[in-house]
Each structure stands twice: as C-alpha cells, then as structure tokens.
C-alpha cells in the first residue's frame, strides 16, 4: 500500500469522525474506506505502526473498538509537504497544503540553514533564480561567477586577503623573458570525472582562452616537458601571472564543449563538485581528490524560489543568506555598480544632444526617487559617484535637464530574471514620458547582451558589475568582457584605453591605469554609474568562518559548523 493512498485513507477516516476519539465496528470502518473487513484490520494496523492512531479491536459479535486520534487531517499534510520539500519537489508540496503559500514558506524556511544528515554538514541558501550557465568561457552573471569559482581552478588565483598573485595549478612560474613565461605544474591534479589534470588540458583551455581581447597577446603555448607549460606572447607582459587568475582562464579537460553557454554539469578540478542542477535546485558536493585542502563543508544545497514564497526571502540581490535569513548589520558597498552603457556607435546617444539629455535626465538621484521602496529596500542601493565604491567621477553638480532633440522612442535593455533592473527600468519609463519619450523594454540573457544581440536596436543598456578582488586591475576582466564596451564605444577612443593598458602591462613599473580608464569612461559619458549594492551575509556564528567576499557570496570551501554542546 502506498504512503499517499493510506494517507487519503486516514484524512477519510479523520473526517468521518471529526477527529474524536470514538468506539466503532469494523464494519463501519469498512463502509467509510470502501474496502473489506479483512482490509480494514490492515489498514488500522498500517496506521497504528505510523503513530497516527491506538487502534483496541473488541473481541466478539457486536462488541465496539476503540480508535484512538494522535495525528491530525493537518499534522499528516505537514509531514507529507516537508517530505516534498526535503525532496525539492516544491510545486507537489504546495499542492499538498491546498495551495497555502504562507504554509510553504514555514516549510522551506525550517528546512534552509545547516543541518547534519547521514554525517555530512549541510548548508542550504535560498536563491531567487537557477543557474543555466557555469562555463567560465561564456558570458556569467555576478553569483554564476562565485559558482564557477568554486568548481574550476586556474594557473594562478588572487589572494583576497593579500589581494597578492600566488599558485593555484601551478606552484612556480618564471620569465625566461617578458614575452616568455613557463609555469610549472602540480602533479596528480584530478578533474571530478577522476581524470588526471594533463598538459593538452591547459593547451585546449587556452587555445579558446587566447581568442578573448585580454589574452589576444599569448601568440602560443606548448608543453616543453612534463609538468611544465610554456606561454609565448605577441609583446612584453610583466603582469602576466595576475592575467591568469582571470575567471575565463579556468582550466578545463581538452574534451569539454567549451563553447557551450549552456553548461549545467561543469567538470573542474575545485573544491566542489555540481550533483544536481534543475530549476528547482543546484547542489554541490566536497570533491575528495581536490588538490588542496579538503572543503569543510560537505554539501552546499542553494534551493531556487522564484515561483513560490520569494518574497519571504529577502532576494537581497544575489546575497544569499542562511537559516532565518538574517542579515548581518556588518555590510560592506560591493566592489563594482549598477549602471547605464550608451550605445554611442548605434544608438540615439551617437548624437551629443541625446547624450547630453540622457547624462542629465537618467541620473541616479532621479531614478532613487523614483523606485519603489516597499520593492526595492532589501536591496540596499547607495548613489555612485564612480565605478567603484570612493571613485568620485560623477560630477557632484547637478547640470539643468536640456529638452530632447525630437521626441521618439528609447530602447533599453537588460538581464532577465533580476530583482532590481525591471523596477529601474520603469523609473527610466516615467523620467521619459515626462518628455514625450516612450521607452521600449528588452530582457535579454547575459550570453545575449554581451555578445551583442540586438545590438544596433538598442539605445542603453542597464547593467551591474561586481569584481572579484579590491586590486585596480579587477577592472580590466569588466572593461574587456566580450568586447561588450567595445561594440557601444567610439573605436578611436576604445583603441586608446586599450593601449593605455597595453602599455602598462610592458611596463615593470608603471601603476595601473584603471582609475583614469573609469574615469574617461564616465567623463566621455560612456557610462553613467547609478548605484552601489550593501552586501552582507548571516554570520550568526551557527556557521563559522563566514565572511561576505566581494561578489556577496561566502566562500563555501573555508566555512564549517561547530556542535552544539549539550549544557545540561
């Protein structure tokens, strides 16, 4: 006999008798479960085994039995829809509770935070939207960035507490000259397929790595000995070790589709592993032939509720959070902004007029007073003055807004399935109709803004940005990413930018340009920063070692529980 159908059997029978306890006959037992009296003793007895009822059968003709009621029709739902729950089958759990969303949302949150199970540590975070994408080759969103950071390996990695270079596959490198680097590899590195890290891994990797316009200077590379990688380089880099820990150069094995922007089940030589990802949950698990130190934490289970109960877990813009979803009130301004690109090769801003217009009309203080606050006031959003949180670029006077040249219609794209950008987007709506403008909405995915889809239709894009390190040179992976700057920008003043960091990086002693390149950026009115994101995590001390990174994450490898002691 199956679970639900002895369940429907119990709801009948707690219904007949208004869940009092009562004397009755197998008789008429038998009449409210439509089965006979040889079915009726083996279903009592099912029930009775599960803790729902006492049931006393009376001995002799015409003799009345006694049922006893411990469950309730409710209490037998709950534990049905936690089972589902548990299980991730959500929508059948909500099902379960006749549709009652309040009743889900207690469910999930009782089950999100840590918990022990079958002797691994778990850790579970609500999340308000899936992962369809963790190939680092493919265009990635701010926590797809994280994941990824959890899954693969690069040649090198930045030290975010040093924010300093150090090893990562490889544990020694050296320039033979500025145009010649050789690194060397560890041995008996192991992919999570269990296959061993080899040479043609790294060739395949960047063979496809060297097409993006920051890695355009490797001319070739090549294996000149076991354990031992040679990078040949169109001109002098003196940085080039830094350029390795970009997230794009994550090593993969030489078969992967590494042209797929759809990747789900990624193969890398991280800390973690993915076990599952679907549209209600992704899963990672500790790999235990990582080369480094073993994670702590056994599973990270990250629960997808968009369809149901989201607003019970404050989205927060891609901060996750764990248990009770409590916020730490240590919150830090990410590394990076929301903000406006102009199409200046396409778009209506090619005219100096619509730009001057758009520079005056769409900036961040008119939008903030625009946005709702009952939607938006988990998000945190602070004015920006620069791209990067104490960059002031912006300028602090507020110049008068000119008409437009013609009113006409705006098109304005940005990411699907964003907490913030929809909301933004409709206070740019009501900023333009003040003017007579309509503005046209395009959700795209992030593979299809960065490659530029729709491209010359589109008049600005509204998008985000977060680095993964505090280091000034972070800003070169945003700044050259898929040539997405590039396609909206001036050639002769993209090409300058570009040589300015050229020059930079045959330089041993020349500080980075960044700065002056966010500067220009926003000085030529390529970009209009907008907001700054407050990020946090929970650390309540349930779970330790939990610090917020700058992409608004934790680091799931270096967090674990401590037991609670029993004081009694």
């Known amino acids: 006999m199956s679970g639900q159908r002895l369940k429907s059997q119990f709801q009948r029978l707690f219904s007949h008798f208004n869940g009092q306890d009562s004397d009755t006959t197998l008789q008429e037992i038998s009449e409210v479960l439509f089965c006979t009296r040889r079915n009726v003793r083996m279903v009592m007895n099912k029930m009775a085994e599960n803790g729902w009822i006492d049931w006393d059968p009376a001995v002799g003709r ?3 039995s006694r049922l006893t009621f411990h469950s309730t029709d409710s209490e037998l739902q709950q534990l049905h829809a936690r089972k589902l729950v548990a299980e991730g089958k959500l929508e059948p759990a909500l099902e379960a509770l ?13 089950q999100l935070g840590h918990t022990t199970a079958h002797g691994q540590q778990i850790v579970r975070l609500p999340y308000y939207r899936e992962f369809t994408n963790l190939n680092p080759l493919q265009p990635l969103r701010r926590s797809e960035q994280h994941l990824v950071r959890q899954i693969f390996n690069g040649l090198t990695r930045i030290n975010e507490e040093k924010e300093e270079v150090e090893g990562d596959l490889a544990h020694h490198w050296e320039a033979l000259t500025p145009r010649h680097w050789r690194f060397y590899i560890r041995p008996s590195v192991r992919f999570h397929d269990g296959s061993l890290l080899e040479s043609e891994d790294i060739i395949a990797t960047f063979d496809k790595v060297k097409r993006h316009r920051l890695f355009n200077h490797i001319e070739r590379i090549d294996a000149p000995f076991n354990h031992t990688i040679d990078f040949h380089l169109h001109y002098d880099d003196h940085r080039f070790p830094d350029l390795l820990s970009n997230l794009i150069a994550m090593i993969q094995p030489a078969e992967a589709d590494m042209d797929n922007s759809n990747e789900l089940f990624p193969i890398g030589t991280g800390p973690y592993k993915v076990i599952q990802n679907d549209t209600k949950r992704f899963k990672l698990e500790a790999f235990d032939q990582y080369f480094g130190f073993r994670a702590l934490i056994d599973v990270v289970d990250i629960w997808m509720l968009s369809e149901v109960a989201s607003c019970y877990l404050q989205p927060a813009s891609d901060i996750s959070q764990v248990g009770d979803v409590s916020v ?42 625009r946005l709702n606050k009952e939607q938006i006031g988990d998000f945190r959003l602070t004015n920006a003055y620069g791209l990067l949180p104490g960059w ?47 503005l046209k909405m395009l959700e795209l995915t992030t593979t299809e803004i960065a490659l530029g889809k729709h491209a010359g239709k589109i008049d600005i894009w509204l998008g985000g940005m977060s680095l993964m390190n505090h280091r000034d040179d972070a800003l070169l992976s945003w700044f050259f990413n898929f040539d997405h700057i590039a396609r909206a920008m001036p050639e002769t003043e993209f090409d300058a930018l570009e040589n300015e960091v050229a020059l930079w990086r045959q330089s041993r002693d020349t500080i980075a340009p960044c700065q002056q390149l966010g500067a220009k950026l926003v000085e030529f009115g390529q970009v209009l920063p907008l907001f700054h994101n407050w990020l946090g995590v929970d650390d309540t001390g349930a779970v330790q070692g939990m610090q917020s990174n700058s992409m608004g994450w934790f680091d799931f490898k270096s967090v674990w529980m401590k037991p609670e002691l029993d004081t009694h």
């Open 62 to 64: 015409g003799k009345l």
């Open 98 to 110: 006749d549709y009652n969303a309040d009743k889900l949302a207690q469910i999930i949150q009782e």
């Open 328 to 369: 730490s009130t240590r919150l830090k301004l990410d590394e990076g902004c929301n903000f406006l690109l102009f199409n200046r090769t396409e778009g209506l801003a090619s005219d100096p007029e619509w730009l001057t217009y758009f520079l005056a009309k769409l900036n961040a203080l008119n939008i903030l007073q």
């Open 392 to 438: 002031a670029h912006v300028p602090l006077s507020r110049h008068p807004v000119p008409a437009p040249p013609k009113p006409k219609s705006v098109t304005i794209a940005f990411a699907c399935q964003h907490p913030v950008y929809p909301h933004v987007a409709t206070a740019i709506e009501e900023l333009l109709a003040e003017d007579g403008i309509k």
